[in-house]
């Protein structure tokens, strides 16, 4: 919430005209209201050799939370608005440029009506941001500020505490520029640009006019920005729709909260870095087409996605129409509204929407809905339980539901030394609980299928190393008991079922019936 | 429909019309015979379900005959939801056509009653007279009522070849106005017979096994000096040594009243043998009918009668205990029919078949969730044990087992052993009856969608869907094992809000509330700023795997939210040794007689658990706030001290609002110190929640906290933090002077402030609705973590004081309502389902939306 602008001059150009570039007298103090407090222009040293100005922005941090609270905690558009105690007072954000633009909102134009000549040439600059939120750390800040024409561009981290030097370095840090090549109002716009850019965070919702204000601020540098793509992409990212998933995971920051966890470690069940439809990962496709194939040869037309996250493959399974019933079920709400969306559920005819289905469910608990299928898939599943827990999922699945077809597949962790990304030791997702060998998996699959009567057969999905194997694998359980239709009449004795119980021989009740039925 | 114009002084007489007092009732007649008065005359309104009703209901017209399909839906909807929910149920309708009789006696069957048919059949003149009087009717063409007759008359003969169980018929006027329905008990239903009730499981022969037995149980005789009742759960026959004297004995039991039976499925086969009918001699039956050959006939015909009267189950004891041979589910509980009976016999299986072809048992019990015991026999186990209120009782005596009962109310179990083998088992006994573990699994219809939770303490607690499916989300993904949780910590509401200046909460606000609340004496302790953690030591592996059915672990030690606290079981597991010694030395297993103990306490420090949030938060508004006021500050003295006019307040504010964040900085910091595996780490224990068959929840906070001092003292570890505590009369002004004193020095020595409880733990107030368990009283320093560096600014803290309780002090009655009913379901033995209902319950309604600062 606060930034110095300084300039240098000589007796002829005195730096004091930095006052009349920025419409504020140096030997003033002046207070203007904006929406989020009181921003003071104050010049700390103001000689024909050297002036400062500074902007400093007085935040009222209760009204801030109040404000970030009538949007809807975890609703707000900026994620620090929906905290209590926030930096927005202290941190150079979307807050300080808002105010700087307001404030200077001429000399962002690049006019004056005192030294038009003034304003239209280069100026000696120093611009001091003592706490700029960076995400993206020190490089990025260099990478946005290097390319526009400082001469100097200082970037240096802010310590997390002090008392607990293990903890690091923290989001912030001070900024000083330096550089005679460019206009004030260059400075001013760049500023208004990249501070939200750098907070990746903005506390007002972007509307349809932001396009146009970035493309007036921008006017000069960003078309040729190497970095303009980050720019665009962050300045406008905050829409509306992604309002509309915070305030459905409400119930989650609470129970985030109440344990003292960010939301994001409880509610990654959405990731959305790994959307396979926006950007295609090969390995997901194989995976699906894997998985497809096995359930066509099982001759399976009731399916299950058991853990159908964003319903990929729901939408892979109804392009079938052999598939004449496909159920979608996920723990995660927010999955599912992600995956309605994908499907466009609420648009889709009737007789197609008859044949699919998005439920919430838990394979941690029985489900009397999941039985009476034809097969299940746990694609990706079973590695997001604790493995004490996982015991439970095998007898929900194998036990309870009992489809005749099971499809499982996981990550083959041996596979995980072939990617390059992959830091040695380290799990394909931050929320996989473990990931298994070949030989771990297959002696998982086979207990599961003795214990519960299926057979099951291994497949490689991916491309199989001969050294690894392939980076995913697949196991296909079978049931292998026969289903008989049994007639509660028999006499379906302690060990056997010889004796076939029934006295009648017609339709008609006997007597002797009659009377067992009233004996009930 | 007119009344039926009656006889005066009619010489017909009465005529009783036996109607089960569980059944769908089929009235049968043209229009005009006199349907809806008889049924108006003998049955409660809402038990009749007319077809005109429902016509008018879907068509506005009740003579619309378009409208009949649509009104016939509607009709069997609201019988089948009748008949489903256990009510005695009547159709009005004609009825006059087969189809739409099957269809009636159809339904009657799903739902397990019997169908019974009245037909009203008087001449054609009294229907159409009828008739003539109705406006409504005035038009309805001459051939209808004739039509209807023809079409009962075809159909009359055949009701009970239909299926209709009894069918009465009443041919005049006269019939009609002297009949009385008069209803009947079902077999089954013996729900006034109170007990004592001594359940005795499969005997097979065993002749002098039973014989102990009862003596065991105190019968003389076959009779119990003290009035008690035998039920045998029926299998009495075949395999063993002398099925004609047990058979002898339970006939002459039941005889003199003393014991009730329901037959098993070889009381079935043998009755059928004893019928002349055709079966194997198998499994074990050839043993019995040799034996029964020694006998004279008229034992034998003595038998057949017994078998042939038997009812397959029996629901007793106010309808709290249900007896069958093979188990029951509860929608077949006092019901009738044909599969009921064969359910009740012979069990369900899945349709499918194992290794050996034999048909797989439905695992009925695991599902069972209903009100009602059943106590049942059928699968030989090693040993029984109690199944979402379910037991069975067939502990093999004739394969060299036991043999068993269960004395009801008591619950207890009584046996003795075989005095041989007399039978060797086709194959070894399975060693689970079916279903397994104890009450595993749970199921998702126990904790999904709108729930609503009965508690003892504050009646029924309501969960809304939205809040259940962010808990099914968490409890799913991250929870520990829900056997290994028995309870999570309710949410605790602050004092009410304090006036004193400079203070968001003080402790006189809270003492003046308990007075209020009638409580006058109350402790103070101290809080403790770390994590809450729960922690469940079972003395060792076996304890836990015999009371908890888990294998390995020796306990849990988890979050406010069911995580586990340290993502490395081995840590756990040494956080739990530590407090089992502490336990042992103190002498709390003996003390409190049990092999297990829930402990409710704080981990420290803050920084182990909750370090992402303290760097991602709270360091970083300090470190936020530690750079940006020097530069600020410097630039306003640079400006003032060179002559700039107006700065002065915002010069003062500034260096405030500095000196609030480095003040901000100070306060997180005193709850964050590096630890080393468990080196640094304290656990504060602020109550024992529950051992062995007790709730200790209602104990005294000064009995506690002695028992939590001598576990803190035999703790060599240092692991265990002492809690600090000052009781305080609330009536008395120097007590309460003295307890904010305390809290005052407590709080200015950096701790995180207090919380106060009544002494007596579990309170109520005047309207019998529990007090608030406790209130917290944070330190004026503390606060700033919670609303920020500037709280206690006094235009930011007049603000802040607007801040309303209400819904987090509700909420944290319904949370502690809730942890109370998990912790007495849990004393109490009750299934695993019914603790994890309130458990799940207290973290859904951590999802609703409160303040998080409160």
């Known amino acids: 919430?606060?930034?110095?602008?300084?300039?240098?001059?000589?007796?002829?150009?005195?730096?004091?005209?930095?006052?009349?570039?920025?419409?504020?007298?140096?030997?003033?103090?002046?207070?203007?209201?904006?929406?989020?407090?009181?921003?003071?222009?104050?010049?700390?040293?103001?000689?024909?050799?050297?002036?400062?100005?500074?902007?400093?922005l007085e935040v009222d941090p209760v009204a801030l939370v109040r404000r970030g609270k009538g949007k809807g905690r975890g609703g707000a558009p900026d994620a620090a608005l929906a905290q209590y105690v926030n930096d927005r007072p202290y941190a150079a954000s979307s807050l300080l440029a808002v105010a700087l633009a307001q404030v200077f909102k001429t000399a962002l134009h690049g006019a004056c009506r005192a030294l038009p000549e003034r304003a239209a040439a280069p100026l000696p600059l120093r611009i001091e941001v003592p706490v700029l939120?960076?995400?993206?750390?020190?490089?990025?800040?260099?990478?946005?500020?290097?390319?526009?024409?400082?001469?100097?561009?200082?970037?240096?981290?802010?310590?997390?505490?002090?008392?607990?030097?293990?903890?690091?370095?923290?989001?912030?840090?001070?900024?000083?520029?330096?550089?005679?090549?460019?206009?004030?109002?260059?400075?001013?716009?760049?500023?208004?640009?990249?501070?939200?850019?750098l907070d990746d965070a903005k506390h007002y919702w972007v509307a349809p006019d932001e396009v146009e204000k970035l493309l007036r601020a921008g006017e000069g540098w960003l078309a040729s920005h190497p970095r303009r793509e980050l720019i665009t992409t962050r300045y406008l990212a905050r829409r509306r729709s992604l309002a509309r998933e915070a305030s459905e995971r409400l119930e989650l920051v609470r129970l985030a909260e109440a344990e003292g966890l960010d939301v994001e470690d409880v509610d990654n069940a959405v990731d959305e870095a790994r959307d396979t439809e926006e950007r295609p990962v090969p390995l997901a496709v194989h995976r699906r087409e894997a998985?497809?194939?096995?359930?066509?040869?099982?001759?399976?037309?009731r399916v299950l996605d058991l853990g159908c996250g964003q319903g990929q493959l729901v939408q892979e399974l109804l392009k079938d129409v052999r598939f004449t019933r496909i159920v979608g079920v996920d723990v995660s709400v927010r999955a599912l509204t992600v995956a309605a969306r994908r499907l466009r559920l609420e648009r889709m005819g009737e007789r197609q929407a008859s044949r699919v289905e998005l439920v919430q469910g838990s394979l941690t608990y029985t489900d009397k809905r999941l039985g009476g299928y034809d097969a299940a898939v746990l694609s990706e599943v079973i590695e997001h339980l604790d493995l004490p827990r996982l015991p439970a999922l095998e007898y929900a699945v194998f036990g309870s539901a009992r489809p005749r077809t099971v499809v499982v597949t996981t990550p083959n962790v041996e596979y995980n030394a072939r990617w390059d990304s992959l830091p040695a030791g380290h799990v394909r997702h931050h929320d996989h609980r473990f990931e298994w060998s070949r030989a771990e998996f297959r002696k998982w699959a086979a207990e599961v299928a003795e214990r519960y009567g299926y057979a099951v057969e291994f497949t490689p999905v991916?491309?199989?190393?001969?050294?690894?194997?392939?980076?995913?694998?697949?196991?296909?359980?079978?049931?292998?008991?026969?289903?008989?239709?049994?007639?509660?009449?028999?006499?379906?004795?302690?060990?056997?079922?010889?004796?076939?119980g029934t006295d009648t021989a017609t339709a008609t009740a006997t007597e002797d019936e009659k009377k067992k039925e009233d004996r009930a | 429909m007119s009344d039926p114009t009656t006889v005066a002084g009619t010489t017909e007489e009465r005529r009783v019309l036996p109607v089960t007092d569980l059944s769908l009732v089929v009235l049968v007649g043209a229009t005009g015979s006199g349907k809806s008065s008889f049924a108006r005359r003998h049955f409660k309104p809402t038990e009749v379900v007319s077809s005109d009703f429902c016509r008018g209901l879907v068509a506005d017209d009740e003579n619309d005959q378009s409208a009949s399909k649509d009104a016939f839906d509607v009709l069997h909807y609201i019988v089948g939801k009748r008949l489903a929910a256990g009510r005695l149920t009547v159709v009005d309708a004609t009825n006059v056509q087969r189809e739409a009789r099957r269809q009636l006696v159809q339904l009657a069957r799903e739902h397990d009653v019997l169908p019974i048919a009245i037909v009203l059949d008087p001449p054609e003149s009294v229907c159409r007279e009828r008739n003539a009087l109705r406006a409504d009717r005035a038009g309805m063409p001459d051939h209808v009522v004739p039509r209807h007759r023809r079409e009962l008359h075809r159909g009359l003969r055949g009701l009970e070849r239909e299926g209709f169980r009894k069918v009465h018929v009443l041919r005049s006027v006269a019939e009609t106005e002297a009949a009385e329905v008069r209803l009947e008990r079902r077999f089954n239903d013996l729900r006034h017979l109170t007990g004592p009730f001594d359940v005795i499981g499969d005997i097979h022969g065993c002749r002098s096994e039973l014989e102990t037995l009862l003596g065991r149980l105190g019968y003389v005789d076959g009779a119990h000096p003290e009035g008690r009742t035998a039920v045998f759960v029926g299998d009495l026959v075949d395999r063993g040594p002398d099925s004609p004297g047990v058979l002898r004995r339970v006939m002459g039991m039941v005889e003199a009243g003393n014991a009730l039976c329901v037959p098993g499925n070889h009381e079935n086969k043998l009755g059928r043998w004893l019928k002349g009918r055709k079966v194997q001699l198998t499994h074990g039956l050839a043993e019995t009918v040799e034996q029964l050959e020694r006998e004279p006939e008229e034992f034998r015909t003595r038998v057949r009668e017994f078998i042939d009267g038997l009812v397959s189950h029996y629901v007793l004891d106010g309808g709290k205990l249900v007896v069958c041979h093979a188990g029951l589910p509860e929608k077949y509980h006092g019901r009738t029919s044909g599969r009921v009976r064969s359910h009740a016999l012979y069990g369900d299986t899945t349709g499918e078949t194992d290794a050996f072809g034999l048909p797989v048992r439905y695992p009925w019990a695991e599902e069972y969730r209903g009100r009602a015991t059943v106590v049942y026999g059928h699968t030989p186990?090693?040993?029984?044990?109690?199944?979402?209120?379910?037991?069975?009782?067939?502990?093999?005596?004739?394969?060299?087992?036991?043999?068993?009962?269960?004395?009801?109310?008591?619950?207890?179990?009584?046996?003795?052993?075989?005095?041989?083998?007399?039978?060797?088992?086709?194959?070894?006994?399975?060693?689970?009856?079916?279903?397994?573990?104890?009450?595993?699994?749970?199921?998702?219809?126990?904790?999904?969608?709108?729930?609503?939770?009965?508690?003892?303490?504050?009646g029924n607690v309501a969960v809304r869907e939205e809040n259940a499916a962010a808990a099914l989300e968490v409890m799913s993904r991250f929870a520990v094992d829900p056997r290994l949780l028995a309870y999570l910590p309710p949410t605790m509401a602050p004092t009410p809000t304090a006036k004193a200046e400079g203070f968001l909460e003080h402790p006189v606000e809270a003492f003046a509330q308990y007075r209020s609340d009638g409580v006058e004496r109350v402790v103070c302790e101290e809080k403790h700023m770390g994590s809450r953690a729960v922690a469940l030591v079972?003395?060792?592996?076996?304890?836990?795997?015999?009371?908890?059915?888990?294998?390995?672990?020796?306990?849990?030690?988890?979050?406010?939210?069911?995580?586990?606290?340290?993502?490395?079981?081995?840590?756990?597991?040494?956080?739990?040794?530590?407090?089992?010694?502490?336990?042992?030395?103190?002498?709390?297993?003996?003390e409190l007689d049990t092999a297990w103990l829930l402990l409710d306490g704080e981990l420290m420090p803050w920084s182990l658990k909750s370090g992402g949030l303290l760097r991602h938060q709270y360091a970083a508004v300090g470190a936020a706030s530690g750079a940006v006021f020097p530069a600020a500050v410097g630039a306003v003295e640079a400006a003032v001290a060179r002559g700039v006019e107006g700065l002065g307040g915002l010069l003062a504010a500034q260096r405030d609002r500095a000196a609030d964040a480095a003040a901000f900085t100070e306060a997180y910091r005193r709850y964050c110190w590096p630890t080393e595996g468990l080196d640094g780490v304290r656990f504060a224990p602020f109550q024992l929640l529950a051992g062995r068959g007790r709730s200790l929840a209602g104990v005294p906070h000064d009995v506690q906290l002695g028992w939590l001092d001598r576990l803190v003292e035999h703790d060599p570890t240092g692991l265990l933090q002492v809690t600090r505590r000052i009781v305080v009369d609330t009536g008395d002004e120097a007590s309460v002077r003295a307890g904010t004193d305390w809290w005052l020095e407590l709080t200015g020595a950096g701790g995180e402030g207090m919380v106060v409880k009544p002494l007596a733990a579990l309170v109520e107030d005047g309207a019998g609705r529990p007090v608030q368990p406790g209130v917290k009283v944070r330190g004026r320093e503390y606060l700033r973590i919670v609303y920020g560096p500037e709280y206690t600014r006094p235009e930011n803290l007049a603000r802040l004081r607007q801040r309303s309780l209400g819904h987090k002090r509700s909420l944290a009655l319904r949370e502690y309502a809730l942890g109370l009913e998990g912790l007495e379901r849990m004393a109490a033995g009750e299934p695993l389902w019914r603790v994890h209902e309130a458990v799940f319950a207290v973290l859904a309604l951590e999802s609703e939306p409160v303040d998080p600062r409160l």
Not at chain 1, 465 to 492: I, L
Request: proline fraction near 7%.
């Open chain 1, 1 to 56: 919430m606060f930034l110095t602008i300084s300039t240098t001059g000589t007796p002829e150009r005195p730096a004091t005209d930095l006052g009349f570039l920025l419409h504020k007298h140096p030997e003033r103090a002046q207070a203007f209201p904006t929406s989020h407090g009181i921003a003071h222009v104050l010049y700390p040293e103001a000689t024909a050799e050297r002036c400062t100005a500074a902007l400093l």
């Open chain 1, 133 to 197: 939120p960076a995400r993206g750390g020190a490089e990025l800040v260099r990478e946005l500020f290097g390319p526009l024409g400082w001469t100097t561009v200082d970037v240096a981290p802010v310590a997390l505490d002090a008392q607990f030097p293990e903890w690091g370095d923290s989001r912030y840090v001070s900024l000083v520029l330096e550089g005679g090549g460019l206009r004030l109002a260059d400075a001013l716009n760049q500023l208004y640009v990249l501070l939200p850019v």
């Open chain 1, 291 to 301: 998985i497809l194939s096995a359930l066509r040869s099982a001759g399976a037309a």
């Open chain 1, 462 to 500: 991916g491309p199989d190393d001969p050294e690894v194997g392939a980076p995913t694998q697949m196991g296909v359980f079978t049931r292998t008991g026969t289903d008989t239709d049994t007639d509660t009449d028999t006499d379906t004795d302690t060990h056997t079922n010889t004796d076939t």
């Open chain 2, 381 to 458: 186990v090693p040993t029984t044990s109690w199944i979402n209120n379910t037991i069975c009782l067939d502990t093999g005596a004739v394969f060299g087992g036991r043999m068993t009962a269960l004395r009801w109310p008591e619950r207890e179990l009584v046996d003795v052993p075989a005095e041989r083998v007399w039978y060797e088992p086709a194959r070894p006994l399975s060693s689970d009856v079916p279903g397994g573990h104890q009450g595993r699994p749970l199921d998702l219809a126990d904790v999904h969608g709108r729930r609503t939770v009965e508690t003892r303490h504050l």
């Open chain 2, 538 to 590: 079972c003395r060792d592996a076996d304890a836990a795997r015999e009371r908890f059915g888990v294998d390995g672990p020796t306990g849990a030690l988890h979050t406010r939210t069911g995580r586990p606290f340290f993502d490395d079981g081995a840590a756990t597991e040494q956080v739990l040794a530590r407090l089992r010694t502490a336990i042992g030395a103190a002498g709390l297993w003996e």
